[in-house]
């Protein structure tokens, strides 16, 4: 049995997971008998956690929220979360300044055990940079439209279509509902109140007007499932999360060298030198050129549009080295 130390924190680590807890489901996660789960909730009261009981077919507990609550305490596991969350968080905005003092701040305050698991976690999230440098959302845009998320208030901001140029800003009204990042960069989901359909915004690119519109019923994503629009949307499918345009070929080249820069695709290796790829793209010719990309011989299985679009890439590519040749 552990130590009533450590199995005090383990308690307190899962009060502070769920809402509530019955007193048999905290026995088990324990591995301590109900009696001594009274007793160790006594202590934690004791030592100032606002630990509530209340009723039911086996009873239960609850940690509510106070005005004293005493710092919160953390578990190994914990800490490697805290610590792999807040070196990733907010990439690609200035919160992840602000994520990284926080990290700082939590590290002065806990036992050195603790402090040099953190210590030990190096972790440095590397996105594509978009033409040459790494969009930069501000921290007070990201308050005013998770501020306008939360409330379910309409949305009026310019937004520029290129976020280096100070002209060429458009006037945008929208009821807003998700914040989402892809690949680096930091987008609103939202209701396009003009367009009628839905439309994402690069935060970057955001400068909101004040005052805020009128509230507006939240509405559901096609499907119910933010990632999964999201996703389709970027790859250009008609609402599944599948690119529109699948192919299969054979490469003359190793698994080993195809699989680091295959993204999403599937490698399957043939043989020492050959390997079979699955892939998807938002075009043929943009499958097309993806694969050809690995620079060795290309057998196509299929789909008989992937070899017509590695024909006319061919034509292209022949007449550009003419025209180059000539000149």
């Given at each position: ?268 290796e043939l043989g020492p030198d050959r390997c079979r ?51």
């Amino acid at each position: 049995m552990q130590k009533t130390s450590s199995r005090l924190l383990a308690l307190l680590s899962l009060l502070q997971t769920r809402r509530d807890w019955s007193g048999e489901d905290l026995a088990e996660r324990l591995d301590i008998t109900p009696r001594t789960v009274r007793r160790d909730i006594d202590r934690l009261r004791e030592l100032g956690y606002p630990i509530m009981a209340f009723k039911g077919p086996s009873g239960g507990y609850r940690l509510d929220a106070g005005v004293h609550l005493p710092p919160l305490l953390f578990d190994d596991d914990q800490a490697v979360a805290l610590a792999v969350a807040l070196q990733t968080a907010a990439t690609g905005t200035t919160l992840a300044e602000d994520a990284a003092r926080a990290l700082a701040t939590i590290r002065q305050v806990m036992p050195p055990r603790l402090r040099h698991r953190i210590d030990t976690m190096r972790i440095t999230a590397v996105h594509p940079p978009e033409n040459g440098d790494v969009p930069q959302a501000d921290t007070q845009v990201f308050t005013d439209l998770s501020t306008a998320i939360h409330a379910h208030e309409e949305l009026r901001f310019d937004y520029a279509q290129d976020r280096k140029a100070a002209t060429g800003q458009r006037r945008r009204r929208v009821q807003p509902h998700h914040l989402v990042t892809w690949r680096g960069c930091w987008y609103l989901l939202a209701w396009d109140l003009d367009r009628d359909d839905w439309r994402t915004f690069r935060v970057d690119r955001i400068h909101p007007r004040t005052p805020t519109g009128p509230r507006f019923p939240p509405r559901d994503v096609p499907g119910g499932d933010v990632p999964a629009f999201i996703t389709s949307r970027f790859r250009g499918s008609d609402g599944t999360t599948d690119w529109p345009c699948q192919g299969e070929v054979l490469l003359d080249l190793p698994a080993t060298a195809v699989a680091p820069f295959a993204r999403d695709g599937i490698v399957e290796e043939l043989g020492p030198d050959r390997c079979r790829l699955a892939l998807g793209s938002w075009s043929w010719a943009g499958l097309a050129a993806a694969i050809g990309r690995f620079d060795a011989d290309v057998e196509v299985i299929g789909p008989p549009e992937l070899s017509g679009a590695f024909a006319r890439l061919a034509t292209r590519y022949a007449n550009a080295a003419r025209t180059t040749t000539s000149s």
